[in-house]
């Protein structure tokens, strides 16, 4: 039976590795040169994440499926023994020590102590007498068990996407103890099937908790990849987060890298000029992610494709913008527009004629778009009346920052060249304060106002995501020329883990 059983193992052990170099990824001799995020999480994070280690084992040793053990043994004077122990569950299990290491181009090492597991179920057995006496009994059972864990997990690429291989995994027993109906029955029945029973019951407990643990650590990195692709999806705009090169694990950190790239109905995104390094990352906070710039300009795109860089302002945001602040002059240049019709009466619409180019600097993201503006008034009785209409050139100097679970951006200096003007206002173009009031109004009221829309939107699409369930210490956007870096520290959802387990279960 037990070589049964090892035959089976190991045929599943064969077809497992099959299945993984079927699935193995490629990539070219210069990964780095498609890589378009990068995420690198630090020994800190990782021993963070190691205390929600006990929630997995708990959840691994209550669904992993323990098959029923059968056997048999000739014994003097009692003549054939057979057995079977059935209805195998855990009754109870905890976790005293759980402890993670880095090891360098290996694995993540895992080093679980003390786990005190009780099994319970229902022991069955019978045996021919020398006298040809039939006996059947069943009694129930419990195992007291103290266990050490040892799982060496590997990151390796498949189906490109990160895939955990847990199946490096060790049980070492320091006790197994069996009690059978409270210990009621005689001591030598007890001690026989305790001597039989326990190496093949430790093969099968090896086997099914460790296979559970692969299985779900399969699981985990699937969730994770879900998360992912779904925290950079919005509606049809989404991120190709597939590997650009296989995961790495060093002492102090793991870092995946990822192509990036933007998907979008018929869009062609194609990145090939990374200026990705390893040594662009610190290890001094627990997370980082880098992005280029590219990323950045593809996702501008997509939105303008999706004819998102659309923005209407009516009513008393309308009448903020134009009544800003000002010199007699202009308020008689905003007279002059509005031709004397209510706010209420009126609406200006503002978009973006063009793909916004981006580019990333040391001083903050470089935005420069070329944007139409148009204000119509509706008098009472009479036609719509569009009243100015211009075409500008806009470059702003964005910084970013994340504070109370708010995206914050804080525009800089910025440029504006009319491109085109029309005003019914000032039909020949020649009046100078019309024009000067809007190129003030368009940089002290206009930009803010457009960058105090996005703010919200960004913020509200991140919380959807779920990133307000974090907590985020000190986030950091620090941007260079070419890319942008995020590194953070932070404290894990307990209830996010519990929840998926749940779901799982």
């Known amino acids: 039976m037990l070589w049964a059983d090892r035959m089976r193992l190991g045929t599943f052990g064969i077809l497992l590795m099959l299945v993984r170099v079927a699935a193995a990824c490629e990539f070219g001799p210069f990964p780095y040169s498609v890589t378009g995020i990068v995420c ?6 990782a021993l963070l994440l190691n205390q929600e280690t006990a929630q997995v084992i708990q959840a691994a040793f209550r669904n992993a499926k323990f098959p029923n053990i059968t056997g048999e043994r000739s014994m003097r004077l009692l003549g ?21 290491e880095l090891k360098e181009n290996d694995a993540i090492h895992i080093d679980i102590k003390n786990v005190t597991a009780f099994f319970k179920g229902t022991l069955t057995y019978g ?17 007291e068990s103290s266990i050490d864990l040892q799982i060496n997990i590997k990151l390796m690429c498949q189906k490109d996407q990160v895939a955990a291989d847990a199946s490096d995994c060790y049980l070492t027993f320091h006790k197994l103890t069996l009690h059978l109906q409270g210990d009621k029955e005689p001591g030598w029945l007890k001690q026989l099937f305790t001597d039989f029973i326990s190496f093949t019951l430790k093969l099968v407990l090896k086997s099914e908790v460790c296979n ?32 650009a090169s296989v995961p790495l694990i060093k002492a102090n950190y793991l870092e995946s890298h990822h192509k990036g790239l933007v998907l979008y109905e018929n869009y062609s995104d194609v990145f090939s ?23 950045l300009n593809s996702l501008a795109s997509a939105a303008f494709l999706d004819k998102r860089l659309v923005l209407t302002i009516r009513g008393e945001k309308l009448q903020a913008l134009f009544e800003m602040e000002g010199t007699e002059a202009q308020q008689k240049a905003v007279q002059m527009i509005f ?97 000067n009031f809007l190129q003030t109004m368009i940089s002290v009221v206009g930009i803010p106002e457009v960058i105090s829309r996005i703010e919200p ?41 519990l929840d998926f387990l749940e779901k799982r279960l």
């Open 40 to 45: 690198r999480m630090t020994k800190p994070a």
């Open 80 to 100: 054939k023994v057979a057995y079977g122990l059935t209805n195998i569950q855990v009754n109870d299990l905890s976790i005293e020590q759980s402890e993670v």
């Open 127 to 143: 045996y021919a007498g020398a006298w040809f006496l039939q006996l059947s009994h069943s009694v129930d059972f419990e195992i």
């Open 212 to 243: 559970e643990i692969n299985f779900l650590a399969q699981v985990l990195a699937n969730f994770v990849h879900d998360l992912a692709a779904n925290f950079v999806q919005d509606e049809d705009i989404r991120l190709d987060i597939s590997l």
């Open 273 to 295: 000029d990374s200026v990705f390094s390893p040594s662009l990352l610190t290890e001094s906070r627990m997370l980082y992610f880098w992005l280029s710039e590219h990323i």
């Open 339 to 435: 031709q004397g019709t209510s706010y209420n009466d009126s609406v200006a619409k503002v978009w973006s004629l063009a793909h916004p180019q981006i580019s990333v600097q040391p001083e903050g993201t470089v935005v420069k778009s070329m944007v139409a503006v148009e204000v119509s008034i509706f008098p009472t009785g009479e036609e719509p009346l569009m009243v100015l209409y211009m075409e500008k050139e806009i470059t702003v100097t964005v910084q970013a920052a994340y504070a109370e679970k708010k995206l914050i951006l804080h525009p800089l200096d910025s440029r504006i060249e009319f491109k085109v003007f029309e005003c019914t206002a000032d039909p020949s173009g020649n009046d100078p304060s019309i024009r």
């Open 457 to 497: 939107t960004l913020t509200s699409l991140m919380n959807s995501k779920g990133l307000h369930l974090f907590e985020i210490k000190n986030p950091e956007i620090i941007t260079r020329k070419g890319y942008v870096i995020v590194q953070l520290d932070f404290s894990f959802p307990n209830h996010l883990l």
